[in-house]
């Protein structure tokens, strides 16, 4: 049975293919990640920091073998490759670097006599499900943290990141890990519900669409497992002030387009005060407009395609639907197999589908708001919470507008500005979980009581 392929979303070509586990390969990955927990949560912090620290060293020693071949996977453009495994290396660096401080005792002040501390240890042996929009970033805010804490894991990558996925666990071998402290796995999803089932296994982190996430946390509940949700997001972008709307503009776009428009944390939702309205529609539409659509493997490509032929013609249909139901679509180009040209919608309704959907690909809905309570009303108004944008020359303002919206995180004033000490997570259907920076060891983590008498 096949079902993990590379077929080059640029091209069409099947590159690839890897025969899902059988049962005897699941079960033996399981073993061995069980058995290595054992040694591995014994192995002194240091020496588990060395080993996450080398594999950041390969990750840059190998960053252009490994920048192709998620070019090849996903279509991601050639530049972006890189700089997501350069992200990647420097998340195995950060918590290489964070070691002792999320490993360390954390003092009590008790109300009685003697002491205690609560001790960070290790649950064991974790399932990672991991989504094809980034293929090494989203595989090191998982994995690095926990590797550092001594759990372990098993990583089920997409169906069409296998040879991303392979390159992973050479890259942990070759760092030193002791065998079946990362182990990689072509799992179908019933494998990986069997998987979560495992007495042997503690916890189960997803990043990826709802659907996933309400499948998988249905079995984790039912097998009392710890799960962490990354899932989808409809992030507004708002403007309420500038100085400067080109350079908003050119913010606006990097949010919306970066990674092709396949990010969660992506602008998607423009929100713009009535007085710019006019203006920065035209601009960003010029803008968006030209941004054209290119061969993913060359270094003037900012716009790939999207992940395969069928997302873009969900996609269209996505747009086309929103069209029909009244939406005004103030720019649209022809798709052409998987390369999907930037799309800008306008005068859609809460009545609409569209209004509700995430739109994963270079689309943006652009509303025009009267005020700024009109603004976070709007803002507010969708099923998801991760992240959002607020663009305002006055500060009091941006704290004002950034304490009243339900996501998890709100960048003012600036775009594109993820880093490896920052935690990203959200609220509602966006998710569960935090990752990244020193929160994003506190997930899988047994916080044990040690209290002491005099």
Not at 79 to 102: G, K, M, P, S
Not at 175 to 194: C, H, I, K
Not at 227 to 246: K, N, Q, R
Request: glycine share 8%; aromatic share 8%.
């Amino acid at each position: 049975m096949i079902e993990y392929q590379v077929i080059n979303p640029a091209t069409g070509e099947q590159v690839a293919s890897f025969p899902v586990f059988t049962g005897e390969q699941v079960e033996a990955g399981i073993a061995s990640a069980a058995t290595a927990h054992r040694t591995w949560s014994a192995t002194a912090v240091a020496e588990r920091a060395a080993g996450v620290r080398r594999a950041a060293q390969l990750h840059r020693e190998r960053r252009e073998d490994l920048a192709r071949i998620i070019v090849r996977e996903m279509g991601k453009p050639y530049l972006q490759a890189v700089e997501e495994v350069d992200f990647a290396a420097d998340i195995n660096d950060f918590y290489a670097d964070h070691a002792e401080t999320i490993t360390r005792d954390e003092p009590v002040d008790i109300l009685g006599e003697g002491s205690a501390v609560v001790r960070r240890a290790s649950l064991g042996v974790l399932l990672g499900i991991m989504p094809w929009n980034f293929p090494y970033y989203q595989v090191a805010r998982f994995a690095a943290p926990n590797l550092v804490l001594g759990n372990t894991i098993l990583l089920k990558h997409a169906p069409q990141c296998p040879e991303s996925a392979a390159a992973l666990e050479q890259i942990y071998r070759d760092a030193g890990l002791p065998e079946g402290a990362y182990v990689n796995v072509y799992l179908t999803n019933d494998q990986a519900a069997d998987v979560i089932a495992d007495d042997r296994v503690q916890g189960v982190s997803l990043t990826g669409s709802e659907r996933a996430g309400a499948a998988v946390a249905e079995v984790a509940g039912r097998h009392l497992k710890k799960v962490a949700l990354e899932l989808g997001g409809s992030d507004p972008f708002i403007l309420l002030s500038t100085d400067d709307i080109d350079a908003t503009v050119e913010a606006a776009v990097l949010a919306r387009l970066d990674n092709t428009g396949q990010a969660c944390s992506a602008a998607k939702r423009f929100i713009i005060i009535e007085e710019l309205y006019e203006e920065f529609l035209e601009k960003f539409r010029a803008a968006m407009a030209a941004v054209e659509p290119g061969d993913p493997t060359s270094v003037n490509t900012e716009l790939g395609p999207l992940s395969s032929v069928q997302a873009a013609r969900n996609l269209q249909d996505q747009l086309d639907r929103a069209v029909a139901d009244g939406a005004t679509l103030r720019l649209g180009g022809q798709r052409s197999g998987a390369f999907f040209p930037p799309a800008v919608l306008t005068d859609v309704t809460p009545q609409m589908n569209a209004y509700r959907e995430e739109f994963f690909g270079p689309v943006a809905m652009v509303f025009r708001v009267s005020s700024e309570r009109e603004a976070i009303d709007l803002a507010n108004d969708t099923g998801f919470g991760l992240g959002s944008y607020v663009f305002t020359t006055d500060q009091q303002q941006a704290d004002r507008v950034a304490d009243q919206l339900d996501v998890g995180m709100v960048f003012i004033n600036i775009v594109a500005a993820d880093s490896p000490e920052l935690p990203f997570g959200g609220v509602k259907r966006s998710g569960t979980a935090r990752e990244l920076g020193l929160l994003g060891a506190e997930e899988f983590v047994n916080k044990k009581l040690i209290r002491k008498g005099v």
